[in-house]
Every structure is written in C-alpha cells, then in structure tokens.
C-alpha cells in the first residue's frame, strides 16, 4: 500500500513542531525534560506553570520563532494560544503551514 506523501510530510512536520515545542519549553523555562515528554493536549500552561510568566512568554515566542522559522505578528498572541500544551501546539502548527 502506498503511502500519500502529502499526508506523511504533514505526520513528519506534526512531529517535528511537537518535538520543538516540548524542547523549548524544557530549554526557556527551565522544566525537566521528563515532566515534559508527559504533557497532553490539556496540560495547562500559562497560570498553570510558575515558570510560565508574562516574561517568559516574549521569550518563549522568540525561541518559537527562531527555531520553527515562523513569524509571530501581535495580533497572533492571545491567551487561549498559551492556555494549554494542545492549543500552544496548534497555533505553531498552524504557522508552520502557513509558511
């Protein structure tokens, strides 16, 4: 059976954001990689995570940028994009494919 390129590039590239995103957070905030590697798609973030601040954020988006190669306009930034590990996943995937 042949697999669809299109949906595999999508699979690999959902992968490498996810990857990233726990690197990130386990890089700019601090967390151990361990704790990490557990979250879900409900795991809270900001307010839920000390080391989550409104400091953090600038530089969390700057390492998301950096390291995704994605452009993050202020009006992307919102809390529900940083309420949980799934909607913070979602929104860097969405801007990888916009490209």
Known sequence: ?????????????????????????TDILG??????????ADTGLFGHLPELDSMAVAG????????LDIEIEDDDVDGEMLETYGALLAFAEAKVVEG
């Open 60 to 67: 969390l988006l700057t390492e998301l940028e950096d390291r």
């Open 31 to 40: 967390l151990d990689a361990e704790e990490v590697a557990k979250f879900d």
């Open 1 to 25: 059976m042949a697999t669809d390129p299109l949906h595999s590039d999508i699979g690999a590239s959902r992968a490498k954001v996810d990857a990233e995103l726990r690197a990130i957070l």
